[in-house]
């Protein structure tokens, strides 16, 4: 049946980014697939009086947390693809052998593939070349999304097993966020003494150049969903933080807006208005 399958690194990242998309398409009848890379092991303990009585067994608390996240969005399908988290770079978790960030490229690109052919997915969407900010885990989900949405069609490369036939998408895109918003958030930075004026005026590393954003999602009717799945990322979004100090109304507007390169398409997409454009 085809569809979307979104690839994505930790449990709440797929909320975060794409979250109204994902709820949208699934209550409009696509196949919703959601595939995460690790468990998030690494991640920050918010909300919790003894962080440390967690954190070994972080992995499982997320994994419930992600249950909660895609039945607020009503996303049936998701797979791990099985790594540890690798933490930011130069980090001790960044050096474990079983972390994402040391898979071997083409193992973890065939696990990929091998859903994709399972699933025959028409749209894929994987992250920018720089996986938004720099984390290790999300650059791997660039590559790694890149390249298994191009071998997934390549017998040679990845022959079929267990009687699976290769499959093309038709659309990879990349989910992004805009260099725009960031130099935003440093401006109040800077505004609140958070920040060195300097440092702030400083163009950022992370984000896409807003050029590069071919398509910006418009799912207002899906914010709440999306909200609801963000907060179900329990130890991840801190009471005091920045999404609770967002005025509602205009959370919801933020929420329902999201960003997308088009990477690569087999079919014409003019106007570049919807992850299926060109294919409905």
């Not at 920018?128 to 984390?135: F, K, V």
Request: glycine share 8%.
């Amino acid at each position: 049946m085809p569809g979307l399958l979104a690839f994505h690194a930790h449990p709440d990242d797929e909320s975060l980014s794409m979250g109204a998309a994902l709820a949208r398409y699934a209550a409009a009848g696509e196949q919703v697939v959601v595939v995460t890379a690790t468990r998030g092991e690494v991640g920050e303990i918010y909300n919790h009086d003894d962080p440390g009585a967690i954190r070994e067994a972080l992995g499982d608390v997320r994994e419930v947390e992600m249950k909660a996240a895609l039945d607020a969005l009503g996303v049936e399908h998701h797979h791990f693809l099985g790594y540890r988290d690798s933490g930011m770079m130069g980090t001790g978790d960044n050096e474990r052998p079983e972390c994402f960030w040391r898979a071997d490229f083409h193992e973890a690109t065939s696990r990929l593939v091998r859903l994709i052919r399972h699933y025959r997915p028409e749209v894929v969407t994987a992250y920018d070349p720089y996986g938004g900010y720099g984390h290790p885990d999300h650059i791997q989900v660039h590559r790694i999304g890149t390249a298994a949405f191009f071998g997934a069609p390549d017998a040679g490369r990845y022959p079929p097993e267990d009687g699976e036939e290769p499959w093309q998408p038709s659309k990879l895109y990349w989910a992004t966020f805009p260099r725009s918003a960031v130099r935003e958030m440093q401006r109040q930075a800077a505004e609140k003494g958070e920040m060195d004026p300097e440092e702030a005026a400083k163009e950022p590393a992370a984000g896409s150049r807003d050029e590069d954003i071919t398509l910006w999602l418009e799912s207002p009717r899906f914010a709440e969903a999306k909200e609801q799945a963000v907060l179900a990322h329990y130890t991840q979004i801190p009471a005091d933080g920045w999404f609770h100090q967002i005025p509602t109304d205009a959370r919801r507007g933020f929420l329902s807006r999201e960003p997308f390169t088009l990477a690569f398409s087999r079919v014409r997409a003019e106007p570049d208005d919807d992850l299926f454009a060109g294919l409905r």
